[in-house]
């Protein structure tokens, strides 16, 4: 085989104006993988993915029994009704359960606290605020310098969900329409890395002037501003410095991608609610991101399949996924909520079919979804009572062969934090220690690290 | 007049002078404690500028005939209303890559072919190449106007550079102006105060100026606005009254209505707003649109055009209609124009606001109808009244059998359950009397077979259906009180603080003596000492002035240099 250079642009370290540092990374080809499509060729390893996955009014547990807690525990847990959705994946995914969200003395802020909990490591003092920046953002920080986006925001019910913050304050904005998420990622400023008559775009460069004058000006806005101004403007040139490094990358030719094929674009949009809908959508957005995740445009996401107090419902059904979690008697036979459990199921068949999208694409011998790590994690345990204990939470994918997965965790109310900090390190992210006061650990799950 | 205006200045009455615009004496409450002091100008906020703001800003600044094709970042509700919550937010990289794009496509269009004469107020002296000259000739028009005050001499610089990199004159100017579109001072409210010549905190002329700009118009200061803070006649009582009149009078007024409405009254939940296509067919994107449009334009006929007592609002039948909506009312739409005025009869059981498709489908689930949000809703917007989220562990194994019956039943429970019924027992009787309207806004006087009770005690007093409510929501001397914060905080964009309670309370009672107008509560608000308060942010402090500033002070230019 003809050596490859690799080191040209293996990292390319391009110092903008203002300082900061940009490595570009390089899309894949098969031939610089190793045999096991493990490593590229040249040692360096896979890029992981890093996914977050969240979906309301958690899992069925009464004190009758529950749904969904596997019984075995360690590899070959068996599968309950409301994990029916991951039957064919079982092995690419480890469950947890009996991990608790540690109020501290704080107020539980319904369908707020468990996920607020989870996604920041610490009870929050407010509903729609955190009290530290989200996970998501510290593995993007890492590792998702590289891409043309940091992360990508999605969210399937038609409403702007997200639970990925910097500030605690400010969430991100996330794409709700499939059409429009084709849109961003595969319209304007797509770069095609099979495209034989590449050249750069010399307007690029005057777009990067333009923007040079706004940073300019950066000292003298923020001389006199108070604390809480200062962060917006930071927040602002942040995303300054992202669309410098959109069009930075643009300059540069794409390595050829023979996996990276433009996407069918979605149909229009459908509007709607109802279960059906929500995961449809899911399922198209997952379409699209197993691309984006190939093409390099990201290697961070977060997704929202529905909110903490769902909205969603059966089509023709009058009663919302909230309503009945609440309002069902216990079937006092069966010993749990009928149409609950019915509706928990469905959710869960979205995740089911996000999975499965993620791993029909195939990079080397291995899946997008092997080559990825994606927690999914709800905000209630037993929602029918706003249960802080035994929050679902789901690894999925191998993390690039980092992740023992198949597996079963289970402990009797160990924090939450345990399960985002074991994702953090899945994620390769360099981080030893996440959450605060009684969530505050450096125990990762080891039984699922490779 | 002439008296009056003697008298204005005789006792500082700036009473006096809102007489002028309202017809009405209005007695200001004083600030409680003097100004803090500083030693130069600081910024003391910024806030994000809304989506209709800017569409607004880029119209009169360009013309009507630009496009903006953008997607906004969402808004964020905080005390009832966006303006307080949106305080906190900033611009992510997603909303970044929209004004971005959209600044592009304003600067092609602008600078286009065919715009271009009309749209430069200078010729180059040669298209080929850069001219620094009528480039800031440009820059400095346009960008004042966009950023709300004169651009400093750094501002322009640092666009002229931008602009000789272009391949041609026009080019570069597409360029400088696309860097205008994107900066921080163009997509935030950047407030800024000053020492008067006491020494005491003030806003900036052009602060003051955009304050009432955007709560009156719901855009920027127009031309002679930023004249008036050029001036300095926004920094007397008198100047600022003149501008604040020349503002109400405008027909411009309702457009500032109509966004302070939209805030308060949350339309942006008609974002994402779904109903169940197999039990309400007729619900569509047409639909939720339209119902939008018939609120907005009865808040601005009955309230602007027709300067009617804002209380009113909840108990006319009078509204507006269009096909897709009188298809919802199953009522008749013979008129040729797309929208008609249109009067419930009596018997529709209907009454303003509270029966309008808006609220009832807004605050609904999407197969159902919720008395609970309904209730919760009312308070929350009307009252200013919020409601607690439920506890956490409450006990549900008795709030059971749902399934028949009326939701009636079924609330019963909550309002009898220990727990619940602090809260149950406020919002569900006002929701269940107006449970003969379903999630789409639709009469039914039936649920499962069973006529549905709408009678209800609301403040010890027996009412019946939505007219009881609308009848005891006009009564309430609260809901005006409401209104009056409501404008302060989303003029202001601040919320509760309990110093300001006795201006509320004298505020209040100007708009009742007033009769309730809410155009002259719009000026009455503007022209307040509160409006204009100094609350200068932890951490600002004044850049220390360097020599060749303070020169500039003191030059012609001099309320330039104290802009920046």
């Known amino acids: ?450 | 007049m002439t008296k009056l205006v003697q008298g204005v200045r005789k006792y500082g009455l700036l009473a006096a002078a809102a007489c002028a615009a309202s017809g009405a004496m209005i007695t200001h409450a004083r600030l409680p404690a003097a100004s803090p002091t500083l030693e130069g100008p600081v910024k003391v906020a910024a806030r994000r500028v809304t989506e209709s703001q800017y569409r607004n800003i880029i119209a009169d600044t360009f013309g009507d005939w630009v496009q903006v094709n953008a997607r906004f970042e969402p808004e964020r509700r905080q005390d009832g209303l966006l303006a307080i919550g949106s305080t906190q937010l900033s611009i992510t990289p997603v909303g970044f890559e929209q004004y971005y794009g959209a600044a592009r496509s304003i600067s092609d269009q602008v600078l286009s072919e065919g715009r271009r004469a009309t749209t430069v107020p200078c010729t180059p002296r040669d298209a080929e190449q850069a001219d620094d000259a009528c480039a800031a000739t440009f820059l400095r028009s346009y960008g004042e106007r966009l950023f709300r005050r004169p651009l400093t001499e750094a501002q322009i610089d640092a666009r002229l550079a931008t602009a000789r990199k272009g391949e041609d004159f026009y080019d570069g100017l597409e360029l400088a102006l696309t860097s205008l579109l994107i900066a921080p001072e163009f997509l935030f409210r950047i407030e800024v105060a000053e020492p008067d010549p006491s020494g005491a905190a003030r806003l900036d002329g052009f602060t003051k100026a955009s304050r009432i700009a955007f709560l009156m118009w719901d855009t920027g200061p127009d031309a002679e606005l930023l004249a008036a803070a050029k001036s300095g006649a926004l920094d007397t009582p008198e100047g600022l009254q003149r501008q604040v009149a020349r503002l109400q009078a405008s027909p411009r007024l309702a457009d500032g209505v109509r966004a302070f409405f939209t805030d308060m009254l949350q339309l942006d939940a008609f974002e994402g707003l779904t109903k169940d296509a197999s039990i309400y067919p007729k619900f569509s994107q047409t639909v939720a649109d339209s119902a939008r449009e018939e609120t907005l334009r009865t808040v601005v006929d009955q309230l602007v055009t027709r300067n009617r007592d804002y209380r009113d609002l909840f108990v006319t039948r009078e509204t507006w209609l269009n096909r897709s909506l009188a298809a919802v009312y199953k009522v008749p739409f013979v008129s040729q124009e797309e929208w008609a005025p249109y009067t419930f009869p009596e018997e529709s059981g209907r009454s303003g606001l509270l029966t309008q498709v808006t609220f009832l489908s807004l605050f609904s689930h999407p197969g159902s109808s919720s008395p609970t949000k309904r209730g919760v809703k009312l308070y929350e917007i009307f009252f200013a009244q919020p409601t607690p989220d439920p506890p956490a562990d409450v006990d549900f194994s008795k709030v059971q059998a749902s399934s028949e019956g009326t939701v009636r039943m079924r609330l019963i429970e909550h309002m009898t359950n220990e727990g619940c019924a602090a809260c149950h027992s406020v919002s569900d009787p006002v929701g269940l009397a107006l449970e003969h309207f379903d999630s789409l806004g639709q009469v039914r006087m039936l649920e499962d077979g069973k006529p549905i009770d709408v009678s209800a005690v609301l403040n010890g007093k027996q009412v019946s259906g939505a007219q009881g409510v609308g009848q005891f929501m006009r009564d309430n001397p609260r809901v005006p009180a409401t209104l009056v914060r409501n404008i302060y905080y989303y003029g202001v964009g601040r919320g509760f603080d309990e110093r300001d309670e006795t201006f509320f309370e004298q505020e209040a009672q100007a708009f009742a003596a007033a009769g309730y107008k809410v155009p002259a509560l719009f000026g009455q608000i503007a022209t307040s000492p509160y409006f204009m308060k100094v609350v200068i942010p932890s951490g600002a402090k004044p850049v220390p002035a360097r020599p060749e500033q303070v020169a500039t002070r003191h030059s012609a230019d001099s309320r330039r240099g104290a802009a920046r």
């Not at chain 1, 927690?375 to 690894?395: C, F, Q, R, V, W």
Request: overall charge neutral; proline content about 5%.
């Open chain 1, 1 to 450: 085989m003809k050596t490859l250079r690799f080191d040209r642009r293996s990292i390319m370290r391009g110092v903008l104006r203002g300082g900061a540092a940009v490595a570009l990374g390089i899309p894949t080809l098969d031939m610089f993988l190793d045999g096991n499509g493990a490593a590229l060729a040249n040692g360096r390893p896979m890029p992981v993915r890093f996914g977050t996955y969240f979906w309301g009014l958690g899992l069925t547990d009464t004190p009758q029994g529950t749904r969904w807690v596997p019984t075995k525990t360690g590899h070959g847990y068996e599968i309950t009704p409301e994990l029916e959705s991951i039957r064919a994946l079982k092995d690419k995914v480890s469950v947890f359960s009996g991990f608790r969200a540690i109020g501290d003395g704080k107020p539980n802020l319904v369908h707020w606290s468990g996920l607020a909990a989870i996604a920041s490591g610490s009870a929050p003092g407010a509903t729609n605020t955190m009290d530290s920046p989200s996970f998501d953002t510290i593995v993007a920080d890492a590792i998702g310098q590289s891409t043309r986006f940091r992360s990508l925001d999605m969210s399937a019910s038609g409403k702007p969900l997200s639970n990925s913050t910097y500030t605690g304050k400010a969430f991100a904005t996330p794409e709700v329409s499939p059409l429009a998420l084709y849109e961003r990622l595969f319209g304007d400023g797509f770069q095609d890395p099979n495209n034989p008559d590449w050249k750069p775009d010399s307007r690029v460069m005057l777009r990067q002037s333009v923007l040079s004058a706004v940073k300019d000006q950066r000292d003298a806005l923020a001389a006199d501003v108070g604390k809480a101004d200062r962060i917006k403007l930071d927040q602002y040139y942040t995303s300054v410095r992202e669309m410098e490094k959109q069009l930075a990358l643009q300059l540069e030719k794409p390595e050829y991608n023979a996996a990276c094929l433009i996407p069918e674009k979605p149909e229009a949009d459908k509007r709607g609610a109802s279960i059906e809908v929500v995961n449809e959508n899911s399922k198209t957005m997952a379409r699209l991101l197993a691309m984006a995740l190939v093409c390099n445009q990201t290697r961070v996401f977060n997704f929202v399949h529905t909110a903490g107090a769902s909205e969603t419902y059966l089509a023709g059904d009058s009663k919302i996924y909230h309503q009945y979690s609440h309002d069902e008697p216990t079937d006092a036979k069966l010993g749990y909520q009928i149409n609950t459990s019915r509706l928990a199921g469905a959710v869960m068949q979205g995740f089911g079919d996000f999975l499965t999208e993620l791993d029909a694409v195939e990079e080397g011998d291995r899946t997008v979804l092997d080559n990825s790590i994606i927690m999914a994690y709800s905000d209630t345990g037993y929602a029918k009572i706003h249960s802080l204990e035994n929050i679902p939470m789901l690894l999925a994918g191998g993390a690039g062969g980092r992740h023992k997965a198949g597996q079963h965790i289970h402990t009797t109310g160990e924090p939450v934090t345990r399960v985002s900090l074991t994702a953090m390190q899945l994620a390769g992210a360099p981080v030893g220690e996440f959450g605060m006061g009684a969530m505050k650990t450096s125990s990762a799950v080891t039984e699922v690290l490779a």
